[in-house]
């Protein structure tokens, strides 16, 4: 075998296992897990500030104009929650006109809103529709949201 197709062969497994989309050490951040899965739709920067009680996201107009521009189907559009690039949790964009339920983590997106906040929810349309333990409450996200200055 060539050193060309062998470096090739190699760099074509590297891409594979590398995670798409990987932010900072110790960063949080939201992730598309389908399709464009470049870089973070929220990361560090994007957030001014994580309520925790609450799970609400105030972002910058720049990251809050960038959800708006998210084609979010009636299924919902799937996210990862990473922290330091592994996955914490996952869950999905989700429409309020949606007639379909869920049962996993969701951010509503947020139509004709004019503050730019997002809440990270349980289940649609409401929480009795949620199953399973709550993964928001992680102490590595609460860890990597402290550092940064972004808790309240």
Not at 37 to 51: C, K, L, N, Q
Request: include cysteine.
């Amino acid at each position: 075998m060539s050193m060309r197709r062998l470096a090739a062969g190699l760099l074509a497994v590297l891409l594979v296992l590398l995670p798409a989309c990987n932010p900072a050490p110790q960063e949080f951040a939201i992730c598309l897990a389908e399709g464009d899965v470049g870089a973070p739709v929220i990361s560090m920067e994007d957030i001014v500030s994580y309520t925790w009680a609450t799970h609400e996201i105030r972002l910058t107009e720049a990251a809050f104009a960038r959800i708006l521009a998210l084609q979010v189907p009636v299924r919902g559009l799937p996210f990862v929650a990473r922290v330091d690039g592994s996955q914490v949790y996952a869950g999905a964009f989700w429409t309020p006109i949606s007639s379909m339920s869920s049962d996993g983590v969701v951010i509503m997106f947020p139509l004709g809103a004019q503050d730019p906040v997002i809440r990270i929810e349980l289940g649609y349309p409401g929480s009795g529709f949620f199953s399973g333990a709550d993964p928001r409450f992680n102490p590595r996200v609460r860890a990597a949201l402290a550092r940064a200055g972004k808790l309240r």
